[in-house]
């Protein structure tokens, strides 16, 4: 691919397919050929070649019977977090390296049921605990605009195999940007939409007050047509909100006058790069350009959102891997010699660095004589966070900043470092804490490296996001931009005329 | 917070985690580090702020108390690593 032949819209695929000029058997080879032809960036954990070949004939089947569903017979991948029937669900560790479940998450059935072709299960941080997909059991990810850089996590599979044009789209999960932040890193769109809005059943516990299915896409016209499939209410999702989704592909031709965008100040502060700050302004102007408002908004508590988040989740992540016991699924060591030594071998055998300092301090945390100093607390500073974002959005409708401080750090960077690590998360946890939706949008270049523009929405205001992001998209091109060897490092960042 | 090597011993017991001597003096200093940025919540003035422990208000949902999935059993059991005659097989506790 070169930048004179832009990337394929899911809406252009789904009208190829129709006519019949493409079928959706050809389009599952050629998107396994890619994986295949691009096996260095590690992206995938699993290529499952018969079910793709079999749901891709089944769509052509029903494809020429005509009335399809809106994504029949478009390829897609999922983060290997989400339980797919009869497909080994990794999660990136050695703990459930063997583990086939016996049945599809929510959104993979939502996904199956809508016409979609997966293609097979992408690579992330073992348990989608990390920023960098440094942390799998199976090996780091490389980032496809320079593969000596991380792609960005927890969903760095997802987010290579879209930037790489492996797939149009992809699943992934955010718990505190792990889709946002790689799609910033990858060039691509990623949309957190709001908790509850998207089943959790099916998919890997890590977080549970926090965790939350998405998309990542080529843009935010993609992301509409995929949230479309996959949102609205799950009678086995206790947290799914009962509320229909909405008409998202429709929201994207509303216009932005008036729209109020408050730019942050916090999200603008110290330890974000000043390419990255200018680019992102330099996008926001364009929105302006288009109808919006821009209006300075502040977060007073923005700064203790990092400390919150790395207190509650870890609390909650010691609490949901409680589960791995070595008994019912999963690794188990050899020759337990009594069931304490089950438990505790199997778990330290089956559990990577990262998850294991994770539930540490997770159990530290809720542990007797230290709950109220720790977890409490940061529960309570939850709330203030929280209550920010409610007060803010008193003055303006979407809030804006970089989606992370800097593009796509290089390999082996950070990885000796977990603190230096839990800062990238510094524009991106606080969304999950609040609940909110958020979408990042490609926003420029710095150095022929990608980066991207955070916008944030009150709860269930997925539509005005994607309102929003189209319009960013009518008027740069940074989204259609792909990386490639020629081009590599050469690229430099422009509005079209 | 400093973390001593007791501590990291029972935390990594409550977690049932088997933790090498070696690992756990680094682990101890991981933790502290940790601990450390969780200690700046404490410049927070929580004054009359309740805990969140979720972001929606919404009451749990209910459901009607009846059996809405199949019994799948087998399915279930086959993904053990020791499971014999529908039970999972541990290793011995009484004796």
Not at chain 1, 55 to 77: E, K, N, Y
Not at chain 1, 259 to 282: K, M, Q, S, T
Not at chain 1, 328 to 357: I, M, Q, W
Request: include cysteine; charge should be negative; charged fraction near 20%.
């Amino acid at each position: 691919m070169s930048a004179a032949t832009p990337p394929v819209s899911i809406a252009r695929l789904a009208a190829d397919l129709a006519a019949r000029r493409v079928s959706a058997a050809e389009l599952a080879q050629d998107a396994l050929a890619a994986a295949r032809a691009q096996t260095s960036l590690n992206a995938f954990v699993t290529l499952d070649d018969a079910g793709a070949t079999a749901a891709a004939q089944a769509a052509d089947v029903s494809l020429a019977r005509g009335a399809a569903p809106a994504l029949t017979g478009i390829p897609c991948a999922h983060k290997d977090i989400f339980c797919t029937d009869g497909v080994r669900t990794t999660c990136a560790s050695r703990m459930l390296e063997q583990f086939v479940p016996p049945y599809d998450a929510s959104v993979v059935e939502r996904l199956k049921a809508g016409g979609a072709v997966a293609i097979g299960k992408t690579n992330l941080d073992e348990f989608a605990m990390g920023s960098s997909n440094e942390n799998s059991a199976f090996g780091a990810v490389c980032n496809p605009w320079d593969p000596t850089r991380v792609p960005g996590g927890s969903s760095g599979g997802s987010a290579a195999a879209v930037a790489a044009g492996i797939v149009p789209f992809a699943t992934g999960t955010d718990t505190g940007g792990s889709i946002r932040q790689p799609a910033a890193f990858c060039g691509i769109t990623g949309l957190k939409p709001t908790y509850g809005r998207v089943s959790r059943w099916g998919m890997i516990a890590f977080a549970s007050s926090l965790d939350c299915g998405g998309v990542l896409a080529r843009s935010a016209e993609d992301c509409a047509h995929v949230l479309g499939a996959i949102a609205g209410h799950d009678a086995r999702d206790a947290t799914s909100v009962d509320r229909a989704a909405e008409d998202y592909v429709g929201a994207l031709q509303q216009p932005l006058a008036g729209l109020r965008i408050g730019i942050a100040r916090e999200y603008f502060g110290a330890g974000i790069d000043d390419a990255v700050a200018h680019g992102v302004r330099a996008a926001l102007a364009e929105l302006e350009k288009r109808g919006a408002k821009l209006v300075e908004v502040s977060l007073p508590n923005a700064h203790l959102a990092i400390p919150a988040y790395y207190v509650i989740a870890p609390a909650e992540a010691s609490s949901n891997l409680a589960r791995y016991d070595g008994v019912r699924y999963g690794h188990r060591c050899a020759n337990p010699t009594s069931l304490e030594d089950l438990y505790t071998r199997s778990r330290a055998e089956g559990f990577g660095a990262e998850v294991k300092r994770r539930i540490l301090v997770g159990t530290y945390a809720l542990s007797a004589g230290y709950y109220d100093a720790y977890y409490l607390r940061a529960q309570r500073v939850r709330r203030l966070i929280a209550n920010d974002f409610t007060a803010a959005f008193d003055t303006c409708d979407l809030i804006a900043g970089p989606t992370t401080p800097s593009v796509a750090f290089a390999l082996g960077e950070k990885s000796g470092d977990p603190l230096a690590m839990y800062a990238a998360d510094v524009n991106t946890v606080a969304v999950n804490l609040a609940g909110l939706p958020a979408i990042s949008l490609p926003a420029g270049f710095d150095r022929g490296l990608p980066f991207g523009l955070q916008l944030i929405a009150p709860a269930f205001a997925e539509a005005r996001l994607l309102t929003a992001g189209h319009a960013l998209q009518q008027a740069t091109d940074f989204h259609t931009r792909r990386p490639d060897a020629d081009s590599h490092g050469s690229r430099r960042p422009g509005v079209p005329a | 917070m400093s973390i001593d090597h007791t501590t990291v011993r029972h935390i990594a017991r409550l977690a049932r985690l088997a933790v090498a001597d070696d690992a756990v003096a680094p682990l101890a200093r991981e933790l502290e580090r940790v601990l450390a940025l969780a200690d700046q919540l404490t410049t927070a003035d929580l004054s009359g702020i309740a805990p969140m422990a979720h972001p929606h208000a919404q009451p749990l949902a209910w459901r009607e108390d009846r059996v809405t999935e199949p019994d799948r059993a087998d399915a279930f059991l086959a993904l053990a690593p020791d499971a014999r005659g529908g039970l999972y097989l541990v290793p011995k506790v009484i004796e």
